[in-house]
């Protein structure tokens, strides 16, 4: 039969074990995370290595039983090798995805299979790596919150291993007291603490800003936007609508709001039915000096208000650059040229990198009902105006739409609001796209289906309008975005991509027209919404103080500090420090004295006071009857310290009886020999009921005599 403190050891040993299996799976969960956050990993690696960590966490909860002996490990693990060149020559056809999935998989077969200390050392080796690639490959916050959950799985598969070895280690005799002191576990204390702050130290400060750039040149992970590259297919921006991803941050200078702005960074003048495009052409070249361009001269132009702004791009796969309105000035500028198309976009001659700023200052006219024309009024030449008015091969139907549309309007402007008007009422808004591929996809959207998005209702009028003879374009870019109060930035993501129409107005120029309706399935904040605000606050920050913690941000940050004026006191001369410790010393030296001997005082006498108040709690709930096995040791301790003031000193090698024995056939003996007896009663016998008896004979103790 199993003794009942046998039991209780194998459920321990089975507790320990158990929860080391979990905290190895979490490590290994960790790296993992790490790595599928840095937008890198596809969706069929991240789906099978989720897949495998489930399983395994079934598989250590007893949820499921899996047993994969090492020859089938084996063999999966020869035929994935064998599947690599079938992945690297048709599906992948990248040499580095292929071996990533072949890490992976290989890294799911051995945790599957992981059953010994050795397999356990593999996987957490596996956890590891996993993260340094993360560091490798992201520069984003989330990195750090999966830092931080890889290094609480590590402390708890260190300490939790260590543990379980000692249990396995065959139980031995204790021959001294607790006086020894557990190397290893001091040395395992100093090694994980020395090997966090190397990780987090390399992981924070230096791979995320210097392989990052090296690791940009083989794996492209930047947004391409179309309409920015010169050529936009209806729907391709609906298909970027449904990306979250951060496309830029706008500061506004002067406490102004970017609500109702279109950042502006494409426009297209030739469409094929399908299509747009911009033809470039000759575009022309503007002077950059110290990093500033002049884009166009400043107009004086009532009743128009100015804004000046900052716009901080993310990883766009574009050179182009955004305004809001009719933009100015720029400042920022890398020391090259900077372009200007023939529709008034401008491009920088190469693709900036991540993080690339620039400050801006634009004109925002108001709509030309309530404007003032310029003076003297804009002129579009017979070229330009061909342009616009180009069309390919139309549906009948759409130019006798748009007369009926734009019916009883006497002027350009009046047909132009006409036509943006009924799209906006008469047709819905979805982006959903068709599920099958139409030849006329205007046609069809303006007569069949009657709902899409941006591109096609922009298309639509745009087209209608040239119809009319009234030129027209189609411009890219970005609503305004939504307003971030915790980083005081304006966030704009790829889901705020828009396409609107451009169209010349005589006395006007070219006016912005936008006939999309709103959008039935955008709703007010929610909690995710608030939630996502935090999280590109952090990013915000992340990206600001940590990868980008050059010796510029060292030196804002201390200048920041130091500006608190912590060291003015250090300017005043040796006299002044004379006269001002004198007079210190005159009011604060007698209460500063006293306070130095009482804490002298307190420091050398509260732990013996303390532990006796402790000791008089302890006796005193003894002598109530609830005493505990550790209250043994209390009071034989108290006993020998008796024994001590008169004269008897047990040798460290006696055992209790053997002390009780030496003191011969004595009355002080006989007390000490019940005594020893009674303790061991209570100390490992669980005898509660004999404490009562054990405080009387202390008492009795003290008043005996040798």
């Given at each position: 039969?199993?003794?009942?403190?046998?039991?209780?050891?194998?459920?321990?040993?089975?507790?320990?074990?158990?929860?080391?299996?979990?905290?190895?799976?979490?490590?290994?969960?960790?790296?993992?995370?790490?790595?599928?956050?840095?937008?890198?990993?596809?969706?069929?690696?991240?789906?099978?290595?989720?897949?495998?960590?489930?399983?395994?966490?079934?598989?250590?909860?007893?949820?499921?039983?899996?047993?994969?002996?090492?020859?089938?490990?084996?063999?999966?693990?020869?035929?994935?090798?064998?599947?690599?060149?079938?992945?690297?020559?048709?599906?992948?056809?990248?040499?580095?995805?292929?071996?990533?999935?072949?890490?992976?998989?290989?890294a799911?077969?051995?945790?599957?299979?992981?059953?010994?200390?050795?397999?356990?050392?593999?996987?957490?080796?596996?956890?590891f790596?996993?993260?340094?690639?993360?560091?490798?490959?992201?520069?984003?916050?989330?990195f750090?919150v999966?830092?931080?959950?890889?290094?609480?799985?590590?402390?708890?598969?260190?300490?939790?291993?260590?543990?379980?070895?000692?249990?396995?280690?065959?139980?031995?005799?204790?021959?001294?007291?607790?006086?020894?002191?557990?190397?290893?576990?001091?040395?395992?204390?100093?090694?994980?603490?020395?090997?966090?702050?190397?990780?987090?130290?390399?992981?924070?400060?230096?791979?995320?800003?210097?392989?990052?750039a090296?690791?940009?040149?083989?794996?492209?992970?930047?947004?391409?936007?179309?309409?920015?590259?010169?050529?936009?297919?209806?729907?391709?921006?609906?298909?970027?609508?449904?990306?979250?991803?951060?496309?830029?941050?706008?500061?506004?200078?002067?406490?102004?709001?970017?609500?109702?702005?279109?950042?502006?960074?494409?426009?297209?003048?030739?469409?094929?039915?399908?299509?747009?495009?911009?033809?470039?052409?000759?575009?022309?070249?503007?002077?950059?000096?110290?990093?500033?361009?002049?884009?166009?001269?400043?107009?004086?132009?009532?009743?128009?208000?100015?804004?000046?702004?900052?716009?901080?791009?993310?990883?766009?796969?574009?050179?182009?650059?955004?305004?809001?309105?009719?933009?100015?000035?720029?400042?920022?500028?890398?020391?090259?040229s900077?372009?200007?198309?023939?529709?008034?976009?401008?491009?920088?001659?190469?693709?900036?990198?991540?993080?690339?700023?620039?400050?801006?200052y634009?004109?925002?006219?108001?709509?030309?009902?309530?404007?003032?024309?310029?003076?003297?009024?804009?002129?579009?030449?017979?070229?330009?105006?061909a342009?616009?008015?180009?069309?390919?091969?139309?549906?009948?139907?759409?130019?006798?739409?748009?007369?009926?549309?734009?019916?009883?309007?006497?002027?350009?402007?009046d047909?132009?609001?006409?036509?943006?008007?009924?799209?906006?009422?008469?047709?819905?808004?979805?982006?959903?796209?068709?599920?099958?591929?139409?030849?006329?996809?205007?046609?069809?959207?303006?007569?069949?289906?009657?709902?899409?998005?941006?591109?096609?209702?922009?298309?639509?009028?745009?087209?209608?309008?040239?119809?009319?003879?009234?030129?027209?374009?189609?411009?890219?870019?970005?609503?305004?975005g939504?307003?971030?109060?915790?980083?005081?930035?304006?966030?704009?993501?790829?889901?705020?991509?828009h396409?609107?129409?451009?169209?010349?107005?005589?006395?006007?120029?070219?006016?912005?027209?936008?006939?999309?309706?709103?959008?039935?399935?955008?709703?007010?904040?929610?909690?995710?919404s608030?939630?996502?605000?935090?999280?590109?606050?952090?990013?915000?920050?992340?990206?600001?103080?940590?990868?980008?913690?050059?010796?510029?941000?060292?030196?804002?940050?201390?200048?920041?500090?130091?500006?608190?004026?912590?060291?003015?006191?250090?300017?005043?001369?040796?006299?002044?420090?004379?006269?001002?410790?004198?007079?210190?010393?005159?009011?604060?030296?007698?209460s500063?004295?006293?306070?130095?001997?009482?804490?002298?005082?307190?420091?050398?006498?509260?732990?013996?006071?303390?532990?006796?108040?402790?000791?008089?709690?302890?006796?005193?709930r003894?002598?109530?009857?609830?005493?505990?096995?550790?209250?043994?040791?209390?009071?034989?301790?108290?006993?020998?310290?008796?024994?001590?003031?008169?004269?008897?000193?047990?040798?460290?090698?006696?055992?209790?009886?053997?002390?009780?024995?030496?003191?011969?056939?004595?009355?002080?003996?006989?007390?000490?020999?019940?005594?020893?007896?009674?303790?061991?009663?209570?100390?490992?016998?669980?005898?509660?009921?004999?404490?009562?008896?054990?405080?009387?004979?202390?008492?009795?103790?003290?008043?005996?005599?040798?």
């Amino acid at each position: 039969m199993m003794r009942p403190d046998a039991g209780a050891g194998l459920r321990g040993h089975q507790s320990i074990e158990r929860f080391f299996q979990f905290a190895l799976l979490g490590l290994v969960a960790s790296g993992y995370l790490a790595v599928a956050g840095s937008g890198y990993l596809d969706g069929p690696t991240m789906a099978l290595t989720a897949s495998g960590l489930v399983l395994r966490g079934l598989v250590v909860g007893g949820w499921v039983r899996l047993d994969l002996s090492g020859r089938m490990a084996a063999l999966f693990g020869v035929g994935y090798v064998a599947f690599f060149a079938v992945d690297y020559f048709l599906l992948s056809r990248d040499f580095l995805f292929a071996t990533v999935h072949l890490v992976f998989f290989l890294a799911v077969i051995k945790i599957l299979t992981a059953r010994t200390h050795r397999d356990d050392l593999f996987v957490a080796a596996i956890a590891f790596l996993e993260l340094l690639a993360a560091a490798i490959l992201s520069i984003n916050f989330n990195f750090f919150v999966f830092l931080a959950l890889y290094l609480t799985f590590a402390i708890a598969t260190l300490t939790s291993s260590e543990i379980r070895r000692s249990v396995e280690r065959p139980a031995t005799t204790a021959r001294r007291g607790l006086k020894g002191f557990h190397v290893r576990l001091a040395l395992l204390t100093v090694w994980a603490t020395a090997g966090i702050l190397a990780l987090t130290a390399g992981m924070f400060f230096l791979l995320p800003r210097t392989a990052d750039a090296a690791f940009s040149r083989l794996i492209s992970h930047r947004i391409f936007i179309p309409g920015l590259s010169g050529e936009v297919t209806l729907g391709e921006i609906g298909e970027l609508k449904t990306s979250s991803r951060t496309v830029m941050h706008v500061s506004m200078y002067v406490n102004q709001s970017a609500a109702p702005l279109k950042w502006r960074g494409g426009a297209m003048t030739e469409f094929d039915g399908k299509a747009w495009f911009d033809p470039e052409g000759s575009p022309k070249l503007l002077r950059v000096e110290n990093g500033q361009a002049v884009l166009r001269p400043p107009a004086a132009r009532p009743g128009a208000r100015r804004l000046s702004y900052g716009v901080e791009l993310e990883e766009l796969d574009s050179p182009a650059l955004f305004f809001a309105g009719a933009p100015e000035r720029v400042a920022g500028l890398p020391d090259a040229s900077v372009k200007e198309t023939q529709t008034g976009c401008f491009r920088l001659l190469h693709t900036p990198p991540p993080g690339f700023r620039y400050e801006a200052y634009s004109l925002v006219e108001e709509p030309p009902e309530t404007a003032v024309a310029p003076n003297p009024a804009p002129i579009l030449n017979l070229a330009s105006r061909a342009q616009d008015l180009q069309l390919p091969l139309l549906d009948p139907r759409i130019p006798l739409l748009a007369r009926s549309m734009a019916e009883g309007a006497a002027t350009d402007l009046d047909r132009a609001r006409a036509i943006e008007r009924h799209l906006r009422s008469d047709y819905g808004y979805t982006l959903h796209l068709p599920d099958h591929t139409v030849a006329d996809p205007l046609a069809y959207f303006l007569f069949t289906r009657k709902k899409g998005h941006c591109e096609y209702f922009a298309s639509a009028m745009a087209v209608m309008l040239r119809s009319l003879g009234i030129p027209a374009r189609m411009a890219t870019g970005f609503q305004s975005g939504v307003y971030n109060p915790l980083s005081d930035l304006w966030l704009v993501r790829a889901s705020d991509a828009h396409s609107w129409v451009e169209a010349w107005i005589p006395g006007y120029g070219w006016t912005t027209f936008d006939p999309t309706p709103a959008d039935p399935s955008q709703h007010g904040p929610t909690l995710l919404s608030k939630m996502g605000l935090y999280f590109d606050a952090a990013e915000t920050f992340w990206q600001k103080w940590v990868v980008g913690y050059d010796p510029s941000r060292q030196g804002t940050l201390a200048d920041r500090v130091l500006s608190i004026r912590w060291l003015d006191g250090l300017s005043v001369t040796v006299s002044d420090w004379d006269v001002r410790g004198k007079a210190w010393l005159k009011r604060w030296g007698p209460s500063a004295g006293l306070a130095a001997v009482a804490g002298l005082w307190l420091w050398l006498v509260a732990p013996r006071l303390a532990s006796l108040l402790r000791l008089r709690r302890r006796v005193q709930r003894l002598r109530r009857g609830e005493a505990q096995g550790a209250d043994a040791t209390l009071l034989y301790e108290r006993m020998l310290r008796v024994l001590k003031r008169q004269g008897f000193q047990k040798p460290v090698w006696f055992t209790p009886v053997e002390f009780a024995l030496s003191l011969g056939a004595t009355p002080l003996g006989a007390v000490v020999v019940e005594f020893t007896s009674a303790y061991n009663a209570l100390r490992f016998g669980r005898r509660t009921e004999v404490a009562p008896r054990l405080s009387a004979l202390l008492d009795r103790l003290e008043r005996e005599k040798s």
